[in-house]
């Protein structure tokens, strides 16, 4: 069945590079997104790439997709304290519609 | 633009009770979703509608979940009963699923179940 995998937890300073590892197993994988959760809110999306992009750049953000690995990242750079939340990895199946979600990556941001 | 709406925020109950959740969708939004979040854990999908029509309910649990949207529009979930580990964050999406959009999912705050 489709999987998606996440480290648990990252711990980094403020204005230091994060980095948050995805791994996946659909092969039909058509988009993939990045969700930033806060605390008693919901999920927001805060960006995506399509499954034929290498990598993507949006600001302070860069998504690298390795489809061959089935490896997703994301890159927050100059992190800063308000970046501390829970970040989701999703996965949109090509063959059958569902979205499924990694179990969350909570990012700690020390002063 | 409206968000998803959802209601309400946060209830509490004891095993065996009932409850029900309701989810307005963003104008327009043709596909809404229920998905379940236990603390620590990723959203899991439960139901997805596409106007009034089930998509995909396999990961309900339909012993004591129920679903519907009729009118297309907005939507309930519905636990009866409830068991303790029934206890999480109900989630309620929409998305507008057209063709050549990126697929994007807009979230409700969620609805917050403690089962006692």
């Known amino acids: 069945g489709e999987d998606v995998e996440q480290s648990l937890f990252l711990s980094v300073r403020e204005g230091d590079s994060s980095v948050i590892n995805c791994t996946y197993t659909?092969?039909?994988?058509?988009?993939l997104y990045w969700y930033k959760q806060e605390p008693g809110a919901g999920l927001q999306l805060l960006t995506y790439i399509f499954s034929n992009m290498d990598m993507k750049q949006d600001q302070r953000l860069t998504v690298l997709l390795n489809k061959k690995d089935k490896h997703l990242s994301l890159r927050i750079a100059d992190t800063q304290t308000g970046d501390s939340a829970i970040y989701f990895c999703a996965v949109l199946s090509g063959n059958t519609g569902k979205l499924i979600f990694g179990q969350g990556t909570t990012l700690q941001v020390k002063p | 633009e409206a968000g998803v709406a959802q209601s309400p925020r946060y209830k509490i109950i004891e095993k065996r009770q009932s409850v029900a959740f309701w989810c307005n969708p963003i104008?327009?939004?043709?596909?809404l979703y229920w998905y379940q979040q236990i603390l620590g854990q990723g959203p899991k999908l439960l139901i997805q509608?596409?106007?009034?029509?089930?998509?995909?309910d396999s990961q309900l649990p339909k012993d004591r979940f129920s679903a519907e949207r009729l009118k297309g529009v907005d939507s309930t979930l519905k636990i009866q009963p409830a068991k303790l580990e029934d206890s999480a964050v109900y989630l309620c999406?929409?998305?507008?699923?057209?063709?050549?959009?990126?697929?994007?999912?807009?979230f409700g705050e969620g609805s917050r179940l403690t089962v006692l």
């Open positions: 509608f596409q106007n009034n029509g089930v998509v995909d």
């Open positions: 999406a929409s998305s507008s699923r057209l063709a050549g959009d990126n697929g994007e999912l807009f």
């Open positions: 659909d092969s039909s994988s058509t988009y």
């Open positions: 104008s327009g939004h043709a596909t």
